[in-house]
């Protein structure tokens, strides 16, 4: 129904669908590709135009989920998301993460798979999820949810993803399987227990005030204190990943959405659009 409501908005806007060229074969490529600064006129636009649309969507929505546009970036506290949070969390990231987020929107049909959303809010059973409220409006305006790994989460997630079969998320989890083998932290690191932020969204009103950066740097020192050894990121968005290098953190893997394709068509899996080209792989020692 959502979905149903945001793809009726873009089809109304000015918002272009631009295929990416398909390119061949999958070919992690390593290091020199993380660091592109790239920042278009198009995506500004892009930027301008998907503010309309969370704004038209928040206002069809009866306002339940805003912010409060003219937060003050100091009213804002980050604090652990408890059980009970789950469903205004959920909330938050139906608005302000799937509908932008490109492994989501890149692939046919657009809305995210319940069971992405399940997996997705498992994760703050760990008490390893933050979220950024507006202390004037107690909205919330960002959040990141992290959960566990071990050395053997990539056979874990090629297994998931196989019991999954074709459905959406089982499509992603492959993915992301692949780009938990090629990244292979815990041999380039020596390390046993990490930390692996799968989620990060920011109030589509609130972005470039380093709402998110501050999520992952509280999610550095939670996890340190937690004990775990390092932090990792799946960059799927341009954006993160800009956040994740000025944060300092290593890039250790790119892998392309054009070089990933369907066995049988040879097509992209992901038809993503411009900034976004390829899922970054970060880590950082805790
Ligand atoms: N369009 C254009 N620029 C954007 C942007 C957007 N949608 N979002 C962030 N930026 C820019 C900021 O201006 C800033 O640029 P700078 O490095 O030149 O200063 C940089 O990206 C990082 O901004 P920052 O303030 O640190 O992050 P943020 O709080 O704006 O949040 C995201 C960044 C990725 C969390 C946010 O864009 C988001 O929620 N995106 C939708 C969900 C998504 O794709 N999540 C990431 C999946 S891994």
């Keep these: 129904m959502l979905w149903s409501l945001v793809s009726s908005l873009i089809k109304h806007s000015s918002v272009s669908h631009t295929i990416v060229t398909p390119q061949y074969v999958l070919s992690p490529r390593i290091i020199g590709k993380c660091s592109d600064q790239l920042l278009c006129r198009r995506q500004q636009n892009n930027w301008k135009q998907s503010k309309q649309i969370r704004h038209q969507l928040n206002n069809q929505l009866g306002n339940s989920n805003q912010s409060g546009n003219m937060a003050n970036i100091d009213n804002i506290r980050i604090s652990v998301i408890q059980p009970e949070d789950r469903q205004r969390v959920l909330d ?132 340190k204190k937690l004990g775990y050894e390092i932090l990792t990121a799946d960059c799927t968005s341009y954006y993160s990943a800009r956040l994740c290098e000025r944060l300092g953190w290593e890039c250790i893997n790119a892998a392309y959405y054009a070089d990933y394709v369907d066995d049988v068509n040879k097509k992209p899996v992901f038809v993503v659009q411009p900034p976004h080209d390829c899922c970054r792989t970060f880590a950082q020692r805790l």
């Design 92 to 223: 938050f990231l139906r608005i302000h993460y799937y509908c932008e987020e490109p492994l989501t929107v890149g692939r046919e049909p657009k809305q995210q798979d319940p069971a992405d959303e399940e997996f997705n809010l498992s994760n703050i059973n760990h008490g390893t999820c933050l979220m950024a409220i507006n202390t004037e409006t107690e909205s919330i305006v960002g959040a990141v949810l992290a959960g566990p790994k071990g050395p053997d989460e990539a056979e874990h997630l090629f297994e998931e993803a196989a019991a999954e079969g074709q459905s959406k998320w089982g499509i992603i989890l492959k993915f992301l399987a692949g780009v938990e083998r090629d990244a292979n932290v815990f041999q380039r690191y020596g390390v046993q227990k990490a930390l692996h932020a799968h989620v990060l969204g920011v109030d589509g009103e609130m972005r470039g005030k380093n709402i998110g950066g501050r999520l992952m740097s509280e999610l550095m020192r939670l996890g």
